[in-house]
């Protein structure tokens, strides 16, 4: 049985019960969810019965027990990322019209690439992004791009959190075809030396590391200090007749994106506190 620490309080144990769930596991059995959130298994059974009275937590078949619809409503009302994906919507829907693959959204947090939004199109090549879903960050175009042109420290603190992923195979396994293969992490020098140069060219190209058959390719949605805010990708046959025209098309749209934003664009609060870093100035995609 898991001990409850006397500084174990009410809301750590609501975190670590809300947090249980993710992509992989929508749903847990009660004893998964004790497991995951580290409380006794007749704890597990009260929050259950006083989350799901809420409507934070829904049952499902089985027993099983997953988020419920009131926690989205209340996730989708304050969310930073909402304003974000509000903003994006019109110039992702301009892509998509044009490209019928798959175009997509998504930020870097303290985990890694977190997909906002993605919009496919049926017949379109594999695509491992799923809404709300994580995506491998050294390994991707979208998280190649964030850590690029996300504030030095930023990125240098995200690199030492995850020096050990570094030079390694991908905890994940992609599946393609039906066949498993295992990516591996560049090394520490090989990724600076990619990042110096997505930095340079202003996008970020990844041709069939998750996907054999596919490429990724993203740009960044900047600050007005020229900061990544978010990425935008998209991810293509590597056949597409659209390729050498992928990142101008990105870039334009994510210029409009950073005007929806308005001046302050949307800004992580930390990076309030830390000194000021140049700003990145983007290639202009006429040239």
Known sequence: MVEESARDGTLDRLIRILGAFDAD??????????????????????????????????RAEGGAVGPGMRLWELASRSSPGTSLRQAA????DDVQAVLRQHTQIAVLDASGVLVLERLSARGAV????TIAGRMPTFTTS????????S????????LTDHADALGSPLREIWHQGGNARNV???TEAELRTRLAEVRQQGFAAVDGQVDSEATGVAVPVLSP?????AALGVVVPLSSEFRPGLAPM?????RGISRALGPNGAMPPSDTVFPEHPPVTMPDART
């Not at 504030?151 to 995200?158: G, K, L, N, P, S």
């Not at 990105?250 to 994510?254: P, Q, V």
């Open 184 to 186: 591996v992490n560049p």
């Open 142 to 149: 979208l998280g190649l791009v964030l850590l690029a042109f």
């Open 250 to 254: 990105l870039m334009a749209a994510a």
């Open 225 to 229: 200090e020229g900061q990544a805010i």
């Open 89 to 92: 919507m019109p110039y992702m």
């Open 25 to 58: 596991r929508p749903t847990l059995s009660v004893a998964a969810l004790a497991r995951r959130a580290a409380i006794p298994v007749p704890s597990a059974y009260r929050w259950v019965d006083r989350l799901t009275a809420a409507g934070l937590l829904e």
């Open 151 to 158: 504030r030095r420290h930023v990125t240098e603190a995200f």
């Open 126 to 129: 594999p695509n491992q992004a």
